[in-house]
């Protein structure tokens, strides 16, 4: 047990604040005193959070490009079980413990659902007693903050470590380690033995930044590792220079200092999207090489034998983007372990696993061959070595030439790094049921039918203590109150909340629990964005990246066609509705930003509309992120899961937000499938084309957007309000959107689910009005959602993955 007296952290704290800024409290800003209590806990975690914690148990290492891990002192106060101490504590020196919550900042170092993922995998790790490790880059800038001019998005670049510091990491100088770029490659003769001599390389320094994953009530500490990358020996100034590229003069070792620098500068804003850029090949080159050589230090340090490596390390790769830890594996075990290809091959293949996250073609990594050899020739001679043996394994089983091209590493100058990571790997896993059967049937066919037994499912799964426990508290206690406190650690507890499904008293309380956090968010959206909105109203949520396949757009089609209903009737009876919009666009998706200006074009015109009576709003939360999600899910009613059949590979919103009592208004995509699975028909609202008919559609075509246009009249009327000034200052943009739909034939079938939507949505209303049903259905979401919790999650990835076989 942690444990810490009022009194001692009282002490603690005051020291410390005159050790960091030399002066008293009441000089010092909300900030400061965010990073002395950050500091005070660190002193207080310092003896359980032991690097080298001696474990004979299996170490699993996980490698994300992205984590976004949100604010962390709440969250860290709720495992340690501390919140109560420091709050009185802080009390008594007149500070306002949720003053300094709201005062950190946000690391944004994730674009969406993957990085979101990978932290809740971290939180979960910990709190089951799993040795499990992030590895990842310490961006200087994470994802950029989004503003709305003209209702048009700007980037600003998002300075999160101001002042070149983040109060929960510390500095590993003594763990730093050297990664090479470049060069040239030569095998020369060494003791009898062709060995790879590599020469004229750029080094780059990664500098490991340790930040604490604390495990919930359990005193135990995993690490995230976040690496920068430097100029090797800084302490020796810039002027230490480097042979070959870097020579002499003083504008080369600047040079050279940008070069390295520049790696672990930025986040590339992309989400589900492959740019192809050189930088971000060296920044997943600079990830995997930082940490697989961090992971090899340690194991030489415990002595274990190199043979042995997959009995005590477990490497899970999340996504292609860390792929290159198979062939960086390879080479050390080749070139400084010398080991056999044969015995380096059987080690990396027994210690990685790979999860893929979509199956969106555009999101597949492939790097050109050239640019591959250039920046890394050893990896690539590697991978050409493991591609040229795994044909030789196909020519020798099929003869089929068009599938060898469908299954090589190598095709058309192109590295597929999806392929590498199958082949590379003893276990696959897709992210909800429905998207591994889309990987095993479809669209990596070749590599389930040639080793069925590689593939397996992990539905993907949210940190219930963030996203119930600690975002909201009225309802967590509430559940308390009636099961006991069981549930934090066992979501499966959640059923019995079932039993209460007729008590009246127990909906009531949860109705008054949703309106409360629907006045908090009232509240502040009036504050932030002067709009008032109505608590009664019915709360809208559609709060994600935007992408064309997540369908934002359909949802603005609705509003458009419930105001014009409106218009035509302003005595039409509808539940008044808010509808709110969270999402940001990549910088070079000009697709999506159109589609962003267009939802606050309509807001603006909707919003001023005193003709439809307050009936509907829009609102458009600028700079969208975990902290915001914190405060918009449990004010929620409705969840928009509106996917296009197949695209979503889980989701995990949907998981938030249902945990919160939340509907889900959903098609039948990715996760939805198995909310729609735990909680019923009656208890979600389904809609669309099924995963079947579009792989159809696809496979066969079919499905004319035009003729659908111009044959309904409803949708023909929100079509053309893109293009015919009813909404103002769109011209350029209703057209480009317009053109995606009817001209580029609807690619993401908008059109084809538009009527199934409305009804969909007028069933929301219907079924809103019975406050008391209503309430049901909220509690036998939240009573089914445990399995939802990334506990059960990652117990699965440890007995079917990790852990197999121990
Ligand atoms: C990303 O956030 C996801 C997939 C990707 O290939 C990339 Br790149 C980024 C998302 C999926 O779109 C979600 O459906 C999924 O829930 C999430 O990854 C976590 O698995």
Redo the contacts with the bound molecule.
């Keep these: 047990m942690v444990r810490i007296t009022k009194q001692e952290f009282k002490e603690m704290f005051n020291s410390k604040i005159y050790s960091i800024y030399a002066h008293s409290i009441n000089e010092a800003t909300n900030e400061q005193l965010q990073i002395v209590l950050s500091s005070v806990i660190k002193d207080i975690i310092a003896k359980y959070w032991v690097d080298n914690r001696l474990s004979t148990n299996k170490e699993v290492y996980y490698f994300s490009i992205e984590f976004l891990i949100g604010r962390q002192l709440k969250s860290n106060l709720l495992n340690l079980q501390i919140e109560e101490v420091i709050k009185e504590g802080l009390e008594d020196m007149g500070i306002d413990l949720d003053d300094l919550i709201c005062a950190e900042k946000d690391p944004a170092l994730g ?7 990978a932290a809740c995998f971290l939180d979960s790790m910990a709190s089951l007693n799993i040795s499990g490790h992030g590895y990842g880059i310490r961006y200087k800038y994470g994802l950029f903050e989004q503003k709305f001019i003209n209702g048009y998005q700007v980037e600003v670049p998002d300075n999160w470590l101001l002042h070149e510091q983040y109060s929960w990491e510390s500095i590993r100088p003594n763990k730093a380690v050297v990664v090479k770029f470049g060069g040239e490659v030569y095998l020369e003769e060494d003791n009898g033995r062709l060995k790879a001599k590599h020469h004229g390389y750029i080094p780059v320094m990664a500098m490991p930044y340790d930040i604490p994953i604390i495990g919930y009530d359990n005193d135990f500490i995993n690490t995230l590792r976040l690496f920068k990358a430097e100029i090797l020996n800084r302490d020796f100034g810039i002027n230490t220079l480097y042979a070959n590229t870097f020579t002499g003069s003083y504008e080369q070792a600047l040079k050279y200092k940008y070069y390295t620098e520049e790696i672990s500068q930025v986040l590339y804003p ?4 492959h740019a192809g850029k050189l930088l971000r090949l060296k920044q997943e080159y600079f990830l995997v090489s930082s940490g697989i050589q961090d992971i090899i230090n340690k194991y030489r340090k415990n002595k274990f034998d190199i043979l042995d490596f997959p009995k005590h390390i477990a490497i899970h790769i999340n ?1 292609t ?1 860390p792929t290159l830890c198979i062939p960086e594996l390879m080479r050390i075990l080749l070139d400084e372990e010398g080991l056999s290809w044969e015995e380096a091959f059987d080690i990396t293949k027994n210690t990685i696993s790979y ?1 893929n ?2 199956i ?1 073609a555009e ?1 597949m990594e492939k790097w050109p061959v050239d640019m591959m050899k250039e920046l890394l020739p050893r990896i690539y001679m590697i991978i050409e070595e493991i591609n040229k043996r795994y044909v030789e394994y196909l020519n020798h089983k099929y003869n089929d030439n068009e599938k060898i091209r469908r299954m090589s590493i190598i095709c058309d100058n192109n590295i597929n790094m999806a392929n590498l990571s199958i082949i590379g790997s003893y276990s696959v896993n897709g ?2 049921k429905l ?1 591994t059967e889309i990987l095993k049937k479809e669209v990596l066919s070749d590599f389930y039918e040639d080793d069925p037994g590689k593939f397996n499912n992990k539905t ?1 799964g949210i940190a219930h203590r963030r996203w119930l426990i600690s975002c909201n508290e009225d309802l967590s206690n509430l559940i308390t109150e009636h099961i006991g406190n069981i549930w934090k650690k066992d979501t499966e507890e959640l059923k019995r909340l079932e039993d209460y499904k007729e008590n009246r008293n127990f909906l009531k309380k949860l109705e008054c629990i949703k309106i409360k956090n629907k006045t908090k968010l009232a509240n502040f959206i009036a504050e932030e964005y002067g709009i008032c909105i109505n608590p009664e109203s019915i709360y809208d949520v559609q709060i994600k ?1 935007l992408h064309a396949y997540k369908r934002q757009l359909l949802n603005v089609l609705h509003i458009l066609h419930l105001y014009h209903e409106l218009l035509e009737n302003p005595e039409l009876d509808i539940v008044p509705r808010t509808f709110i919009f969270g999402a940001k666009a990549a910088p070079g998706y000009h697709l999506a930003k159109c589609i962003i200006k267009l939802i606050n074009s309509v807001a603006e015109k909707i919003n001023n509309d005193k003709s439809i009576n307050n009936k509907i709003k829009v609102v458009f939360i600028e700079n969208y992120g975990v902290s915001l999600a914190e405060k918009i899910i449990p004010s929620t009613d409705v969840s928009e899961q509106i996917s296009t059949a197949t695209k ?5 919103g949907n998981m938030k937000f249902m945990m919160n009592g939340a509907i889900t208004l959903a098609t039948l995509d ?2 939805n499938v198995e909310i729609y699975d735990q909680v019923g028909e009656e208890n979600i609202v389904i809609f669309g084309l099924k995963a079947s008919q579009v792989l159809n559609y696809n496979k066969y075509g079919g499905y004319s957007s035009l003729d659908l246009y111009n044959s309904n009249f409803k949708i023909k009327r929100v079509v053309d309000d893109l293009v015919n000034g009813f909404i103002p200052n769109i011209s350029k943009e209703g057209r480009v959107i317009y053109d995606s739909l009817i001209t580029y034939n609807d690619e993401y079938f908008v059109l084809r689910d538009f009527e199934n939507y409305i009804e969909a949505q007028s069933k929301i209303d219907t079924l809103y009005r019975d406050k008391e049903k209503w309430s049901k259905m909220c509690l036998i979401n939240i009573a089914n959602s445990g399995i939802f919790s990334s506990d059960r999650t990652i117990s699965e990835y440890a007995k079917d993955i990790w852990f197999r076989g121990c």
């Design positions: 674009n969406g659902g993957l990085g979101r993922l992309n989400d589900s999207n996504d983007h999860t996250h979509t969106m999101a992210v909800a998207h993907n990246r979503e590979a889980s989701g995990t990715g996760a």
